[in-house]
Nanobody, 116 residues
């Protein structure tokens, strides 16, 4: 059974930092592209950052230079370090494989709220 468990969200002021973590299970993590997605209230869920099995990363333009995605294949975890946060980063953040349609399942997500 494929599962994603996200954690680390919270309330932070503009310019602050948060580190999100995701534990994945039920599939061959080490050979799978992993991504962080986010969904703001009333908006579509979008990909924020991706990382291949060997550590090649890609970011949405809106977070380049501020967010860093990493993974630990030994622990089946993926992290998202978020710096210089802005109010527009406020959203529920999810991790999943890329593309997310492969398993068609999502975790509960973790809420990030950035106050102005």
């Amino acid at each position: 059974q494929v599962q994603f468990v996200e954690s680390g969200g919270g309330l932070v002021q503009t310019g602050g930092s948060l580190r999100l973590s995701c534990a994945a299970s039920g599939f061959t993590f080490s050979s799978t592209v992993m991504s962080w997605y986010r969904q703001a209230l009333g908006k579509e869920r979008d990909v924020v950052a991706s990382i291949t099995s060997d550590g090649i990363t890609k970011y949405a333009d809106s977070v380049k230079g501020r967010f860093t995605v990493s993974r630990d294949n030994a622990k089946n975890t993926v992290a998202l370090q978020m710096n210089t946060l802005k109010p527009e980063d406020t959203a529920v953040y999810y991790c999943n494989v890329r593309p997310s349609s492969i398993y068609n399942t999502w975790g509960q997500g973790t809420q990030v709220t950035v106050s102005s």
